[in-house]
Structure formats: structure tokens, C-alpha cells
Nanobody, 126 residues
Framework: QVQVVESGGGLVQAGGSLRLSCAASGLTFSRSCMGWFRQVPGKERDIVAAISGGGGITFYADSVKGRFTISRDNAKNTVYLQMNSLKPEDTAVYYC???????????????????WGQGTQVTVSS
């Protein structure tokens, strides 16, 4: 059974930084694309960043390019999202997710991801 668990959310002032972590089990982690999504109430869940199984290929939403960095440690079955220069509009619940049996992240719709964590709240105050 696949389990995905996020941690690291919290309250931060605008301009600050947070690092989210996501531990996954029950899948061949090093061969799995991993993605971070975020959602605010009343809006759709959107891709933030994604990383291929080996970590060599990454994708970022335009809204976070240059501020967020996705990385992974396959020895620890963990993917990270380093968030710098945070803005109030980054406030959301952040979710970690994995598609079933995909090494490359070539799809960025939440419908293409099969395994989800419970989410972690990130709040950026102005």
C-alpha cells in the first residue's frame, strides 16, 4: 500500500522561507515521478513542481520559478520543496503526489496522479 506523508508547513512572513518534506513508501521511489500541488479553498488543485525519478528533470509552475526548488533524496524516499521569497499568494494547502508507475513527469494535471498525501498548510502573512 502506497503512503505519502507531507510535513514542514506553517506560518511565515512574506519574504521568508519554508521547506516541505514528503516521505513516500510502498512504491519504487527512485523510479517514480513526484509532484507538489497546492490548493486554496474554492479553487482547483494546481501543480507547483515535479521531479523525475532520478531527479534529473524538474518542472515548475511559472508562478514559482526562481523562488521554489524541488529536490529528492532517493536513499531516504523523500522529496523536498524549498520555498524562498514567499508571497501571501503562496498561501495554500500543499500536497505531495505520485503517479502510478511513471518515471518521467510529463503530465501535470492532478487527475494524472494516483497517490496523495493529506496535505500541509502553508500560510504567508503580509
Amino acid at each position: 500500500q502506497v503512503q505519502v506523508v507531507e510535513s514542514g508547513g506553517g506560518l511565515v512572513q512574506a519574504g521568508g522561507s519554508l521547506r516541505l518534506s514528503c516521505a513516500a513508501s510502498g512504491l519504487t521511489f527512485s523510479r517514480s515521478c513526484m509532484g507538489w500541488f497546492r490548493q486554496v479553498p474554492g479553487k482547483e488543485r494546481d501543480i507547483v513542481a515535479a521531479i523525475s525519478g532520478g531527479g534529473g528533470i524538474t518542472f515548475y509552475a511559472d508562478s514559482v520559478k526562481g523562488r521554489f526548488t524541488i529536490s529528492r533524496d532517493n536513499a531516504k524516499n523523500t522529496v523536498y520543496l524549498q520555498m524562498n521569497s514567499l508571497k501571501p499568494e503562496d498561501t495554500a494547502v500543499y500536497y505531495c503526489a505520485a503517479p502510478a508507475r511513471k518515471y518521467y513527469c510529463d503530465d501535470y494535471s492532478p487527475n494524472d496522479y494516483d497517490y496523495w498525501g493529506q496535505g500541509t498548510q502553508v500560510t504567508v502573512s503580509s
